[in-house]
């Protein structure tokens, strides 16, 4: 078993109140896991610990083996980690195809000159059209990103991701405000990432999850309740309380 990202004694304080508290997660590589819990448990915390947007009080992350928890934001990107947001960090005035042509090139070291590059290059071009299409962007990549569906949106920012390369995609709740109509490209997109990739998701639709996730971690008020295979998961009592009176669980 590889473990391709990992958590020792993680801790988290605000003001004294542990938001994180002494969690340990274990991602094998290539795994589809998803990190659960309730309003407030502490979720979006951990995927800014895990990306270096905030620094932990105790403990370590390790990526791949390596100890990156002293490693700012971009390194990390470097290394391999890369993630989205629950609200997107897109630029509106970029296209699709302007915002991925910029990250693969940047990502291949030519982020000076990525405008000539992207003519120029038929590994870069090559590169720039396969995650347009893999994402269904293809027919607004020279729309304006601030212009799109919402929907084509978060595809945009998953395909963003993707552009880095990374080893360990984090997926902070993808389908979030998306509508109803858009949802499916969402859903096939998340699924149909590429296995080599391995994938923390989080996410409330309990739908996705269930369909997605081959492990699930649940977390409530930092800590970690339960982990265990999605029937495990379903099945766990600590689990159904946790869950009681939320219009989303499927546990009831």
């Not at 290539?30 to 448990?41: C, F, K």
């Not at 982020?111 to 893999?134: F, H």
Request: aromatic share 4%; hydrophobic share 45%.
């Amino acid at each position: 078993m590889t473990i391709a990202l990992e958590t020792i004694g993680l801790e988290k304080r605000f003001d004294g109140l542990a938001v994180t508290n002494n969690l340990s997660l274990r991602i094998e590589a290539g795994a589809r896991h998803a990190l659960i819990g309730p309003n407030g448990a502490g979720k979006t915390t951990v995927i800014n610990l895990l990306t270096g947007v905030l620094r932990p009080n105790a403990g370590h992350i390790l990526l791949g083996g390596s100890d990156i928890t002293a490693l700012p934001t971009h390194k990390r990107v470097l290394r391999g980690l890369s993630r989205t947001f629950q609200i997107n960090q897109l630029y509106a005035d970029l296209t699709p195809l302007e915002t991925i042509g910029l990250a693969v090139s940047e990502r291949r070291g030519h982020g000076g000159d990525w405008w000539r590059r992207m003519g120029t290059r038929a590994d870069i071009n090559g590169e720039i059209a396969d995650n347009l299409a893999r994402f269904h962007l293809l027919d607004v990549m020279n729309e304006p990103t601030g212009t799109l569906p919402y929907g084509k949106q978060r595809l945009l920012e998953i395909a963003l991701a993707i552009s880095t390369k990374p080893r360990v995609l984090l997926l902070d709740e993808p389908a979030a405000g998306v509508p109803e109509s858009e949802r499916h490209d969402i859903l096939a997109a998340v699924a149909g990432l590429p296995r080599d990739v391995t994938v923390l998701l989080i996410e409330h639709d309990m739908d996705l999850v269930f369909s997605f996730a081959d492990r699930i971690s649940v977390l409530v008020a930092g800590a970690l309740l339960v982990e265990g295979s999605p029937e495990q998961v379903a099945r766990d009592t600590r689990v159904k309380a946790v869950y009681l009176g939320e219009a989303s669980s499927p546990f009831a």
